[in-house]
């Protein structure tokens, strides 16, 4: 585990290895860094994988910061271009799920010169006020809850809440067949269960960076604004929080994203699919 150079006073944990083309994998919550642990094989066996510690995650700092300043997608994607800096990459791959997926295409808008090619699973633009929709709410929950103190209250500091909360989300929005192990699932409560790690991970909602927020607050751009970044769109079937049919407007927000509807899993696309994550990498950073 290495240590980045600090921008905003965070320093970001991140993993380095393998050797070629490089490529950044961002993680989602509730996760961190080890959720590419079945991807990274995969992929340096033709490539460099630099897999961080998102801001406020696993080993990377977290601070009682500000979370509009500090925990936005913007901040977290300075933490990200100041590392594509500091390591001297030349126009890595960047690809993620979850919040890594909005962070990797937040990168992609404000430094397009810095991204060889994006590969994302949802959450991606498109989506507006379907979002709120009944259906969709009854899954998004867990984000106004986050904006609540209560939330820390009752979570924060506590091992045993948190184990309980975190294997709700990763039974509930897995795929069929998959478990989350013992050893993955205690590591996160080890993580997470640190007094402050659970404030930490909830900034980024605190802060407006939900997908209920941003996908309401979309706006389609002039086709001159569009992402001309090479984009791979990886969308699996079983995702209970993103159904494959708001995929339908990615057209309006990239210069042709190239959609792959998977198989199966769900919403973890890297430790559910890391056959097809790992391959998608791969061929980005080929080309």
């Known amino acids: 585990m290495r240590r980045s150079d600090p921008v905003d006073g965070f320093r970001l944990a991140y993993d380095r290895t393998g050797s070629g083309p490089a490529v950044l994998l961002l993680h989602g919550w509730p996760g961190d860094r080890t959720d590419y642990r079945a991807v990274v094989p995969r992929v340096t066996a033709a490539a460099e994988a630099i897999v961080p510690d ?141 007094p402050g790690a659970f404030t930490a991970s909830v900034a980024w909602y605190r802060a407006g960076a939900g997908s209920v927020a941003t996908s309401v607050a979309e706006r389609v751009p002039e086709p001159a604004g569009r992402l001309a970044v090479p984009t791979t769109v990886l969308w699996p079937p079983h995702d209970p929080l993103f159904p494959v049919q708001w995929s339908d407007r990615l057209d309006q927000f990239f210069v042709g994203a190239r959609l792959v509807c998977l198989d199966g899993g769900g919403h973890f696309t890297p430790l559910e699919r890391p056959h097809d994550f790992g391959a998608a990498v791969t061929a980005a950073a080929a080309r």
Do not use: K, N
Request: no cysteine; aromatic share 10%.
């Open 54 to 194: 998102l801001r406020g995650f696993g080993e990377s700092d977290r601070h009682p910061a500000e979370p509009h300043s500090q925990y936005t997608a913007a901040a977290q994607a300075r933490s990200i271009i100041a590392l594509i800096g500091e390591l001297g990459l030349s126009r890595p791959v960047l690809a993620g799920y979850d919040i890594g997926s909005r962070i990797a295409q937040a990168v992609a808008r404000e430094r397009p010169d810095l991204v060889g090619a994006l590969v994302v699973s949802p959450p991606l633009p498109g989506i507006g006020d379907r979002i709120l929709s009944p259906r969709a709410q009854q899954e998004f929950w867990y984000q106004p809850f986050h904006q609540l103190s209560l939330s820390t209250e009752l979570i924060d500091g506590r091992p045993d809440l948190v184990r309980a909360y975190l294997r709700h989300f990763w039974s509930h929005w897995s795929g069929p067949g998959f478990v989350l192990g013992t050893e993955h699932l205690e590591h996160l409560v080890a993580m997470y269960g640190r």
